[in-house]
């Protein structure tokens, strides 16, 4: 070969195609024509076309055929409950018990604050309950005191105002019967009086009857020597004159008699015009009792008065304790809160708080991790076509491919992730361009190993749902 052979063709021109770097040498076979190129090549794409068409049945109907049974994707994020830990007081921190990532249990001691301003609001509310509970129990006596003694002050009066009532008409009784008795003493004196008129006149005829009688008998007695009468009638005559003598005498001593019987009756009537005024007298007595029993009631009429002012002082130290004992409960609620303890069983984390810090209400000093994990995955909305709760499903995490666990379908939420986004789309536009919905759905662990990683909240994962 020589050294021209040697030497590099010169490039084409320009517009020329470009077929080969260098020409053949000299007495080299010659190349096989275009078509024969061309047919070679065809067999290759058709043998590779062959091969990548087997190649996609072997594995692409596999891949079809799991499709249709499984759902998955990589939308998905480990979820824990986080509680936030925040003071209900604001008060400075004295001691803080636990450390960052560290696991407690429910019940355990976080941080305590300072709790001596509220230990002694305590004590004073508690002094005061003791004070108010002292005036309800004085309250309470005096009341119970006002209605015994007061009750029976106006029960005494009542029974004063009964008493002199009834001696009213006991001595209006009494001035009846008393002129009754002078009625009587009166109608005796002249019944006496008309007696001795009577008298009198019996006294004036047996008077006239003897003295008839005897001078009859001393006409007769003198006719005897006469003759004209006989000694017989003439005793007759002498006995009819002592006999009427005798009747004057019945007579003067029956006058004497009514006369003495008209001094007693006149000394009942007396007697009972005496009786008339002392009944009288005792009438204005019962009266003026009466008077003075009834101002007495009414003068306890304000009774009532008394005891109701009783009660509403015992109703007022009442309320008084009830709202003393409200705000003790309320200052020793207050001081509780000065010990804060864990609420759940967890991890600490984010803690953002050290003794000597001051805290206020609701600010988040910590969360608390709850060690029960579950799935949320994000599902395109056109992979829910079969998904339901219940449904089996096998979990990988990211950070540990080695492993896989197992899980089902708890639930779906009712509504998309944008729909509760903080600003929700508006597609009520005329630029609407539709894409796909994702729709977050919770998924269980089962039967996590007790040696199980570590499954921290906000892990990446990949569910696989078994829809049928």
Request: hydrophobic fraction near 45%; charged fraction near 20%; include cysteine.
């Amino acid at each position: 070969m020589t050294q021209s052979d040697m030497q590099p063709a010169p490039p084409a021109a320009s517009g020329e195609t470009f077929r080969s770097t260098s020409r053949p040498p000299q007495g080299a076979a010659a190349k096989p024509p275009d078509g024969k190129k061309s047919g070679t090549r065809k067999k290759v794409f058709l043998i590779g076309g062959g091969v990548a068409v087997v190649l996609g049945l072997i594995f692409g109907i596999p891949y079809y055929l799991h499709s249709l049974s499984y759902v998955s994707t990589d939308d998905a994020f480990i979820r824990a409950h986080i509680t936030g830990i925040a003071p209900r007081i604001s008060e400075q921190v004295l001691k803080v018990d636990v450390l960052d990532n560290e696991f407690v249990k429910k019940g355990t001691l976080l941080l305590s604050l300072d709790s001596r301003p509220f230990a002694a609001k305590v004590a004073s509310l508690q002094a005061q309950l003791d004070r108010a509970r002292a005036i309800a129990g004085a309250s309470k006596f005096q009341l119970s005191f006002t209605r015994r003694s007061s009750m029976a002050a106006l029960d005494q009066a009542r029974a004063g105002v009964q008493i002199a009532t009834a001696a009213i008409a006991s001595a209006k009784a009494g001035v009846a019967q008393a002129l009754s008795t002078l009625a009587q003493a009166r109608a005796a004196v002249a019944s006496a009086q008309a007696d001795i008129a009577r008298s009198k006149a019996n006294v004036v005829a047996a008077i006239a009857e003897s003295q008839k009688a005897t001078s009859d008998y001393h006409r007769y007695r003198s006719l005897v020597k006469t003759g004209d009468v006989t000694p017989f009638q003439v005793d007759t005559f002498r006995a009819a004159a002592i006999t009427a003598a005798a009747d004057v005498l019945a007579a003067r001593k029956t006058l004497l008699a009514k006369k003495a019987y008209l001094n007693q009756t006149r000394a009942g009537v007396l007697a009972a015009a005496a009786g008339m005024q002392a009944a009288k007298a005792l009438v204005a007595q019962a009266r003026s009792q009466l008077v003075q029993a009834q101002a007495k009631e009414a003068s306890y009429d304000v009774v009532p008065q008394r005891v109701g002012q009783r009660a509403s002082e015992l109703t007022s130290s009442q309320a008084q304790v009830h709202e003393l004992k409200a705000e003790l409960m309320l200052a020793n609620l207050k001081l509780s809160y000065c010990h804060i303890y864990a609420p759940v069983s967890g991890y600490v984390t984010k803690k953002s708080v050290e003794p000597g810090d001051y805290v206020s209400v609701g600010q988040t000093l910590l969360n608390i991790v709850s060690k029960k994990v579950w799935v949320v995955a994000n599902f395109k909305e056109t992979d829910l076509t079969n998904l339901k709760p219940g449904d089996p499903v096998t979990i990988t995490v990211d950070a540990y491919p080695q492993y896989t666990f197992n899980g089902s379908v708890q639930s779906i939420q009712a509504g998309s992730g944008a729909a509760f986004s903080l600003l929700p789309p508006e597609n009520a536009t005329g630029n609407f361009v539709k894409v796909v919905q994702r729709i977050p759905v919770k998924i269980l662990f089962h039967h996590l190993p007790k040696n199980m990683p570590y499954l921290a909240t906000g892990m990446s994962c990949e569910p696989e749902v078994k829809v049928k």
